[in-house]
Structures are given as C-alpha cells and as structure tokens.
C-alpha cells in the first residue's frame, strides 16, 4: 500500500510540542497558567536569570522567580514561512522572536510575534508579552505583541 494514498490528515488539528516542566522551569509554568510572566530572580543582587538556574551565576545566592512587566523590543527574529512544527502549520507565515526584557539588557525570552503582519516584523521594535494558551494540552505560553 501506498502512504501517500492513504487517508488525509487535518494537519492543522496535531497536537505542538508541549512544556516539559523541572524543578527549573516549573515555577514559570506556573505563573503562565495564572496569566502572569515570572522570570528567575537572584534574592541576593537581582540580578535576573533566564534560563532559570538554582543558584545566580554572579553571586551564587539562592534564587526564585518574580513577575515581570513583560515589555521589551525585539532583539532578532526569523520568519517560518514552511509548516515545519506540529501544532502551528496553519499559522504559517509567522514570527518568533527573541526579545530583550525591559527588566535588564539581555534578559531575553523567546516567543511568537502575534497581532502582525511578519513582514512588517523589525529589531528594535517595542513589544507586550501576552499569555496564551497552548493548544493541545493545559499550558500557557507568551507571545508578544507589538507596541506602538
Ligand atoms: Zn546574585
């Protein structure tokens, strides 16, 4: 039998990837089920760490997250023109960006550029974290949207 003669599949209906969260990560899951933005946090010096780690890699003091405003600007980005991930063939063309967190240069986050055209996408621009959910399972995730 011929695999490509078999039935079709609504692509557009696959389940994306999904958080796998750890003793790291879990606590950010858990503000974006909330709808919040919390980044891992030095209780010692402040300074903001992302990804998370256990202990701050400048002063070694304990650590915890600590909401975030969620505004930033774009840092870099790319355009994904062809429905390579699961979950977001249908959402082709879109941007993901990495963004520069207003909170310290180079606290940056990855996330979708939501809310426009990708063309019009450009470093520098200013933009929101929103909290979405994630199809397919129970998570939250941020995007972001531009800011004029
Ligand atoms: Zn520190």
Not at 97 to 104: H, I, M, S
Not at 124 to 146: K, T
Request: overall charge negative.
């Amino acid at each position: 039998m011929n695999a490509s003669q078999g039935p079709a599949v609504d692509r557009s209906a696959l389940r994306p990837p999904q958080p796998a969260p750890d003793v790291d990560t879990a606590p950010f899951w858990e503000a974006t089920a909330s709808g919040h933005l919390s980044i891992c946090r030095c209780q010692q010096c402040g300074l903001w760490l992302q990804p998370p780690l256990e202990r701050c890699r400048r002063c070694a003091a304990s650590t915890a997250f600590e909401p975030v405003s969620g505004d930033g600007t774009v840092s870099t980005f790319i355009i994904q023109r062809q429905p390579a991930v699961v979950g977001f063939f249908d959402k082709v063309p879109y941007a993901v960006a990495l963004v520069d967190l207003a909170e310290q240069p180079g606290l940056r986050l990855p996330g979708r550029i939501v809310d426009i055209d990708p063309d019009d996408v450009a470093i520098g621009m200013r933009a929101r974290a929103r909290i979405d959910a994630l199809a397919g399972g129970d998570f939250h995730l941020p995007v972001f949207v531009p800011v004029d």
